[in-house]
Every structure is written in structure tokens, then in C-alpha cells.
């Protein structure tokens, strides 16, 4: 009896053991699975490309774009631009530089590709008619096809990127890094709105901004007219943002009470008698001294915007065309008068300059604007008037306006049946990057 109760508990022991090293051996497995599935997602996230980020910068917040339309596994252009070149791991001990909020570039978060956003979006742009309807019979119609066949007449060095792309938003925070420009001016719409060409994104402000963050950059908005914008919607755009992305420590602010500072494009669209009741003091919608106030820049097209502005109650103006001679704002010999009047008023005056102009794969019809950027003495032209106005800001149009030809992104020789794009010759790619860094330094020393 004694033997038989002696067998059963050492088969009891050894049937304990066997299922102890059983539970093991799953655990094991749960967990390598887990870790698995955690390194991937860290793949997928816009931390993980290693490009020397200082450690000591904060993370503000995570964010992780996913493709909307995953489209097989080809070798993506921006995994070989990174694989070739690597742009110099910045931020760290031995090749630090320091921005300069001084300088703002436009940059344009609206394109897109297959592999992230289920289409191509803006590369493939519409060749916009003339107005006259007479003229538009003369002129090429219809609609480019990427990825060879771009609405550019320069091509980016990135190939047709999508702007949600973790690996192109970290090479652009590098490439403003790099250039020493201090903020992005980043075109925007409201919730659900977006060009013609594009979709929405400020989905996309929250990504800006940390990674814009984490090269010591700052982000300011660049409002861009949207149907029946006007002082209201304005003033709930406002609320909007401040609600949204006012405590981010990336979001640009301006001035001795620190407030935002915002671009509106195409301002002079809404009258002036309105644009008072949000900006003057007293008026009916105004956001002076609430907790949306910020620093608002009107767009000077026409002479007659300097008086409209002013009496307006803007808080300054800036320029934004790339052409010289296109706008009456944009045309370097009415820039020390406009600064004159900025400051007699207590305004910000903020120049903007360009590299050149060209949209013509575009706007065929448009070619008595295009500028040649004339191996970069255009652009430095351009940087010496600004910076003879003694300004508190210049503008840059722009970091990636390609249709418009007035990007300072890199930019590749090409040639397809038929055409051949520009490019910045001899100079190579990331020529305009650092011919910004250059008169950036000169803007800091007055040596110009």
C-alpha cells in the first residue's frame, strides 16, 4: 500500500515538473513574440531612423504614420536616398549648428504618393488653363503622370515623396538644420479642408512639430484662403490652434507677450473694415488680449495694401512672391519704404526672398515671370536687399514649392523623352541649402 502511494506522488512530482518547463517554454515564446511586435512598431516610427539625434532633446509627444495604402514592397526612392548619402548625423558633439528663428522658410506638407496616401497627390498637377479662353486654346491641357512626369520643372532628389513619410520629414528638419533656418512656415487649413490638388492634412501639425523639435526648429502657420474664410472663421481658426497646438514647445511665438505668429495668405480677400473687428481693440471679434491672440502678418500685394494693413490693426507684412517685379510687395526697390512705413506704424516688415521662379510645367502660359536663379546670384541678390532693410525676419519662398521652381530642397539632373528638368548644375544638389547658411551667417554678423 505504502509502495503504491510512493509510486503516485513521484509521478505526481515528475507530472508538476514536466508542465513547469512546458509553462516555460510558452512564456519564451510570448514573450520573443511581444518584443518582436515592439521592435517593430519602433521600425515604424519616426524615431527610430538613427540619425544622431541628441538624446537630451525631449520627445514631446509619439506619433506614428502608417501608410494609408500599403502597395508591395518595392524599394522606396527615400530608403535609397538614405542608404547612399546618410545626411550628416546632426546634433551631436562634433557638427552642431544653431538654428536662427530670425529666418522663416514656406514649406508645403500636401504631397503625396501610392505608398502613403493611396494616390499621387500635387505631383501629378493639373497644367492650369489661362484665363482668357482664347489664350487657353494655345497652351498645353490635362494632367502630368509621376512618377518621370511631374508638375515641376525641377526634380527633387527624394523622387515623388509623400509629405507623411517619417523618413522625408526627418531628411527635411535636417536639410532647414543643415541651412540654419529657425522656422518652418507651414502651409495650412483648417480640419478637413485642403487645396485643389491635395488632401487634408493638418492631421500632419502634430508630427511637424515634434520633429521639428527635435532639430531645434520652431513652427509658425502660413493660413492659407479657403471658401468664405473671413474674420470669423479666422478668429475660430485661431481658438482652434491655440487649443490644439499652443503649449507645444515647437509652435514659433513672437514678441515681448510671446504670442504666435501667423501668415495670411491672400489676406487682402477679406476687407479691411472687417479684418478690424478681429484686430483692433475694442472690436466686436477681437482677439486682443484673450487667450487666442497672436501676431498676425498680412500678405502686401498693390501699394494700396500698406494703408489697409495698417489701419487693419495687422501686427506686420510680409511679401511672399519669389519673382521679383511680379507684385508691387515683391519688387526689391519698394522694400526700404515698406520697411520705413512698417516701423512708422509698429509693424513687422518681413521680406520675403526666392532662388528663382519658374512654373511653366504648370502654368505654360506664365513664362514673362519666370527668374533664373543664375547659378544662386539671384537668390543672393535677393538676401542682400532683404537684408539692407535691416529686417527683424526674413521669409524664404520656399523650402519645397516645386510646381513654382522657387525650392531650396535638393534637386536632381533628369531628362525624360521630350524634356529635361533643371537642376543646379555644377553646384550639385544641396547648393541652396548652403548658400542660405552662408548669407544666414552673414545676416547674423552684418556682414553683407
Known amino acids: 500500500m505504502a509502495m503504491g502511494r510512493r509510486k503516485i506522488l513521484r509521478r505526481l512530482i515528475i507530472l508538476v515538473f514536466v508542465l513547469s518547463l512546458s509553462g516555460c517554454f510558452i512564456a519564451i515564446i510570448h514573450l520573443t513574440r511581444i518584443e518582436r511586435k515592439i521592435d517593430e512598431k519602433r521600425e515604424a516610427h519616426v524615431d527610430k ?3 544622431g539625434v541628441d538624446p537630451r532633446i525631449p520627445k514631446v509627444a509619439t506619433h506614428i504614420i502608417q501608410p494609408r495604402k500599403p502597395v508591395g514592397n518595392k524599394t522606396n526612392i527615400i530608403d535609397r536616398h538614405f542608404e547612399k548619402e546618410n545626411p550628416v548625423r546632426v546634433l551631436n558633439k562634433t557638427s552642431a549648428y544653431t538654428t ?3 529666418v522663416h522658410a514656406f ?6 504618393n501610392p505608398e502613403y496616401d493611396g494616390e499621387f497627390l500635387h505631383w501629378d498637377h493639373k497644367y492650369l488653363p489661362h484665363w482668357d479662353k482664347k489664350q487657353a486654346k494655345k497652351w498645353k491641357s490635362g494632367q502630368h503622370v509621376p512618377v518621370d512626369d511631374i508638375g515641376a520643372n525641377f526634380y527633387p532628389e527624394l523622387g515623388c515623396y509623400s509629405s507623411r513619410d517619417p523618413k522625408v520629414i526627418n531628411a527635411h528638419m535636417q536639410y532647414m538644420y543643415k541651412a540654419r533656418v529657425g522656422v518652418l512656415v507651414v502651409s495650412w487649413y483648417p480640419p478637413g479642408k485642403a487645396d485643389n490638388e491635395g488632401h487634408p492634412s493638418d ?9 521639428a523639435h527635435r532639430y531645434q526648429l520652431k513652427v509658425a502657420i502660413h493660413s492659407e484662403p479657403y471658401k468664405d474664410r473671413d474674420e470669423t472663421t479666422v478668429k475660430a481658426d485661431l481658438k482652434y490652434i491655440m487649443s490644439r497646438y499652443g503649449n507645444h514647445p515647437a509652435l514659433y511665438r513672437y514678441g ?4 504666435p505668429l501667423i501668415y495670411l495668405y491672400d489676406s487682402y480677400l477679406t476687407p479691411a473694415r472687417k479684418w478690424k473687428s478681429l484686430l483692433k481693440p475694442g472690436g466686436q471679434l477681437s482677439i486682443r488680449g484673450t487667450d487666442h491672440d497672436a501676431v498676425l502678418i498680412a500678405l502686401l500685394v498693390e501699394e494700396k495694401h500698406m494703408s489697409e494693413i495698417s489701419n487693419s490693426g495687422f501686427d506686420g507684412l510680409y511679401t511672399y512672391f519669389a519673382a521679383t517685379g511680379f507684385t508691387y510687395g515683391s519688387t526689391y526697390r519698394h522694400w526700404s ?8 506704424k509698429g509693424m513687422l516688415f518681413i521680406p520675403s526672398i526666392g532662388p528663382g521662379y519658374i512654373d511653366v510645367n504648370i502654368r505654360p502660359w506664365n ?19 532683404a537684408l539692407q532693410t535691416n529686417p527683424d525676419i526674413i521669409s524664404i519662398t520656399s523650402f519645397n514649392e516645386w510646381h513654382e521652381g522657387s525650392q531650396i530642397e535638393p534637386a536632381i539632373p533628369k531628362s525624360i523623352p521630350k524634356f529635361t528638368y533643371l537642376d543646379y548644375g555644377k553646384n550639385g544638389p544641396n547648393y541652396y541649402l548652403d548658400l542660405t547658411r552662408k548669407w544666414v551667417e552673414k545676416f ?5
Request: without cysteine.
Open 367 to 385: 513664362g514673362e515671370n519666370t527668374r533664373s536663379r543664375s547659378d544662386g546670384s539671384y537668390y543672393e541678390t535677393a538676401f542682400k536687399n
Open 49 to 51: 531612423v538613427d540619425l
Open 107 to 112: 514649406y508645403y506638407p500636401w504631397y503625396g
Open 256 to 259: 515681448p507677450k510671446s504670442l
Open 100 to 102: 536662427n528663428d530670425k
Open 203 to 211: 492631421d500632419l501639425m502634430p508630427i511637424l512639430l515634434d520633429a
Open 444 to 448: 547674423e554678423s552684418n556682414t553683407y
Open 337 to 344: 519704404r515698406l520697411a520705413k512705413y512698417a516701423t512708422e
